[in-house]
């Protein structure tokens, strides 16, 4: 059974930049997209990103772009989030879940696993 675990999270100050990580077992990311999302307090989960390696695509949701990038490194399995100029409004729980495909990412499907998640908290 796949296992996602994310690490990174903390305290920043507006402003300030954050990078998270999601190592992935059992399943080779490679071959899968991996999509991070984030559940900040009262809210539903909110997708803030897709990537596949295989089909060389990534997709950034417009409250991130130009401000967080997605990276694979593929020989340590991992995936990762650089997230810059945070705003109190990206205080969440991040966590990141593998797919199959790019386009059940991207479509909102199934997910062949999912990570605990991670708290970023933006606060001055």
């Known amino acids: 059974q796949v296992q996602l675990v994310e690490s990174g999270g903390g305290l920043v100050k507006p402003g300030e930049s954050l990078s998270l990580a999601c190592a992935v077992s059992?399943?080779?990311?490679?071959?899968?997209?991996i999509g991070w999302f984030r559940q900040a307090p009262g809210k539903e989960d909110e997708k803030i990103s897709c990537r596949s390696s295989n089909i060389g695509t990534t997709w950034l949701d417009d409250s991130v772009r130009g401000r967080f990038t997605v990276a694979t490194d593929l020989a340590k399995n991992t995936g990762y989030l650089y997230m810059a100029n945070l705003k109190p409004e990206d205080t969440a729980v991040y966590y990141c879940?593998?797919?199959?495909?790019?386009?059940?990412?991207?479509?909102?499907?199934?997910?062949?696993?999912r990570g605990q998640g991670t708290q970023v908290t933006v606060s001055s």
């Open positions: 059992e399943l080779t990311l490679g071959h899968h997209t």
């Open positions: 879940a593998l797919f199959q495909q790019f386009r059940f990412c991207s479509e909102s499907g199934e997910y062949e696993g």
